[in-house]
């Protein structure tokens, strides 16, 4: 391996580093987010007795997004999130029998 190469490795791998740390960020956001979710949809639970689907998709979608942040962070994917990706579409489809 020649100095031109090492030296273009290590620059790939501290543009990777920034990102990483910028999607770190934007885990902690999404996780803050996601806790007024879950605590919006209980809220809605005690009031009407049942789940707000709309507020369901809204959260399934999110962490989704969460997992491919983490798996990106992780160095286990090299295909960077959202917004330089499409946004993911849901792993699992929400499940509208959740009982208490």
Do not use: W
Not at 7 to 30: D, H, M, P, W
Not at 33 to 55: E, M
């Amino acid at each position: 391996m020649n100095i031109k190469n090492a030296i273009a490795e290590r620059k790939n791998i501290i543009t990777r580093l920034i990102f990483t740390v910028l999607f770190l960020i934007v885990f902690e956001i999404i996780k803050l987010i996601l806790h007024l979710t879950v605590f919006c949809q209980f809220v809605y639970c005690l009031v009407t007795q049942g789940h707000n689907k709309v507020l369901m998709k809204f959260s399934n979608k999110l962490s989704t997004y969460a997992y491919k942040i983490l798996r990106y962070v992780t160095l286990n994917e090299n295909e960077m999130p959202f917004p330089f990706n499409e946004f993911p579409h849901d792993i699992e489809p929400d499940n509208n029998d959740v009982k208490f």
